[in-house]
């Protein structure tokens, strides 16, 4: 079992990107799927979340729509929409799955956001 983040790069403030999340060997759809970010010098923090039952969880600090979450069934991937980001959003963003307890973490997509 495994999830693999990709589509991070480099975006100018105010931009959007969408980064990926491929899940392999469980069904994403089963269980709960995480964002995660770790800007440098900081904590690894939660971002937002897509549960079973299709319910978004905004983490603190994560409340507005900036950040929103989105999954694809057929592809079995996970989706993580950011808008108007700024440069305190650089960080190497991560994909979580827990499943049944275990989590999965992927190895991260990092997302630099500057002119």
């Known amino acids: 079992m495994e999830v693999v983040e990709s589509g991070g790069g480099l975006v100018q403030p105010g931009g959007s990107l969408t980064l990926s999340c491929a899940a392999s060997?469980?069904?994403?759809?089963?269980?709960?799927i995480q964002w995660w970010r770790q800007v440098p010098g900081n904590e690894r923090e939660p971002v937002v979340g897509l549960d079973s039952m299709n319910s978004i969880l905004h983490y603190k600090g994560f409340t507005g729509r900036r950040f929103t979450v989105s999954r694809d069934n057929a592809k079995n991937m996970v989706y993580l929409q950011m808008n108007n980001l700024t440069p305190e959003d650089t960080a190497v963003y991560y994909c979580?799955?827990?499943?049944?307890?275990?989590?999965?973490w992927g190895k991260g997509t990092l997302v630099t956001v500057s002119s």
């Open positions: 060997g469980f069904t994403a759809s089963d269980n709960l």
């Open positions: 979580r799955a827990n499943i049944r307890g275990r989590l999965i």
